[in-house]
C-alpha cells in the first residue's frame, strides 16, 4: 500500500492549495481516507476526512468553511482544497486510510509520506 500526497508549498495568507492523495495498493472503496496535519511541536490532529461512498464527510472546526475534501474512486485519489489559508494552517499534512470514519490517528492503518504546507503572513 502506497499513499503519495503532493500539492502543498508556500503561500500567502488569504490564499489557496489543492492537495492530492494518490493511493495504490489499495482500494477506496473500502475505506474512509483522512486529512491529518502536524506542525512543529504539536500533535498530529485530523483535519478531514470522508467515508469510502464519498457521501459523509468530516471537518474539525478549525478549518471549517475554508477546506473542502472530495474523493475520486476511480483514480483512487482525494483532494483537499484549502481556500483562506491562514499562518496557522502552516503543517505537515498527511493523508491516511482506515476502516472508520474519524479523525484519530491511531485508528488509521496506512499513511503517505506528508507533504509541507506554509502560509506566510
Known amino acids: 500500500v502506497q499513499l503519495v500526497e503532493s500539492g502543498g508549498g508556500l503561500v500567502e495568507a488569504g490564499g489557496s492549495l489543492r492537495l492530492s492523495c494518490a493511493a495504490s495498493?489499495?482500494?477506496?472503496?473500502?475505506?474512509?481516507i483522512g486529512w491529518f496535519r502536524q506542525a512543529p511541536g504539536k500533535e498530529r490532529e485530523g483535519v478531514s476526512c470522508i467515508s469510502s461512498s464519498g457521501d459523509n464527510t468530516y471537518y474539525a472546526d478549525s478549518v471549517k468553511g475554508r477546506f473542502t475534501i472530495a474523493s475520486d474512486n476511480a483514480k483512487n485519489t482525494v483532494y483537499l482544497q484549502m481556500n483562506s489559508l491562514k499562518p496557522e494552517d502552516t503543517a505537515v499534512y498527511y493523508c491516511?486510510?482506515?476502516?472508520?470514519?474519524?479523525?484519530?490517528?491511531?485508528?488509521?492503518?496506512?499513511w503517505g509520506q506528508g507533504t509541507q504546507v506554509t502560509v506566510s503572513s
Open positions: 495498493g489499495i482500494t477506496f472503496d473500502d475505506y474512509a
Open positions: 491516511a486510510v482506515g476502516r472508520l470514519l474519524v479523525t484519530v490517528p491511531g485508528m488509521y492503518d496506512y
